[in-house]
């Protein structure tokens, strides 16, 4: 069984006042910036960058002509390495990019045009509690770095990582449900948050969005609730 928590941003909503601002990175080596699909390469082959984050790079060159499938890699240097990153994307999200524990039971993704999908989300052990991620997250989400003009945002963390669902909490982000995969091969069967019902509980969104399908393209049974 995989299972992961859905949330949901929207730049529009303020960030919760209550919570105290993340840690300012007081160095210029440690400004976030796109990393680019000719720097992924090198920086996986001389070990500067945590062999979690993949190949994915579809497309480099942020702007508001974004298309299905784009993928960026946003992250943080220390001395040449990278000691936080996560990945945006826009249109269709494969389930190979959006699974917790089990790659087989990942759960694919439909974004309509004015959303965006957070994923991988990592920092090194050595630079935790610093306020990395949440800096990556807001300059995404509140200050839009990749220039994507987006109205809403989504990502998924697994659902016993409280600390990371912490981290996007204070960015904004509000939990929408659990995504819930099982089976094994074509025996499969997926449970997915009711987007519909659910956002309109717990957010104020117009009418006229659309929202993501969910694993729509997963074998097996399907349900939404």
């Known amino acids: 069984m995989d299972v992961t928590c859905l949330l949901h941003a929207s730049p529009v909503q303020p960030v919760d ?4 601002p993340p840690i300012r990175p007081a160095s210029d080596e440690l400004v976030a910036h796109v990393i680019e699909f000719e720097e992924l390469e090198p920086l996986r082959r001389d070990d500067r960058i945590s062999p979690v984050v993949g190949t994915g790079i579809a497309r480099t060159a942020a702007s508001s002509d974004h298309g299905p499938g784009d993928q960026w890699l946003f992250g943080i240097r220390n001395d040449e390495r990278v000691i936080s990153f996560i990945w945006a994307a826009t249109g269709y999200i494969p389930a190979s990019e959006n699974f917790s524990r089990s790659a087989h039971l990942g759960s694919s993704l439909n974004m309509p045009p004015h959303c965006g999908f957070l994923f991988n989300a990592w920092t090194d052990p050595e630079h ?8 990556l997250l807001r300059s995404l989400i509140h200050e839009d770095a990749l220039g994507l003009n987006l109205q809403d945002w989504f990502a998924t ?4 990582n409280v600390a990371s669902q912490s981290t996007f909490h204070k960015c904004g982000f509000q939990r929408v449900g659990r995504l819930y995969r099982v089976g094994r091969g074509r025996m499969q069967a997926s449970v997915v948050p009711d987007l519909e019902r659910r956002m309109k509980e717990t957010v104020q969104l117009e009418a006229s969005r659309q929202r993501p399908h969910i694993a729509s393209d997963a074998p097996g049974l399907r349900w939404s609730l």
Do not use: F, K, V, Y
């Not at 935790?128 to 800096?135: D, F, T, Y």
């Open 157 to 160: 963390t697994d659902w016993t």
């Open 17 to 20: 006042a209550a919570e105290p």
């Open 128 to 135: 935790r509690g610093r306020g990395l991620m949440a800096n």
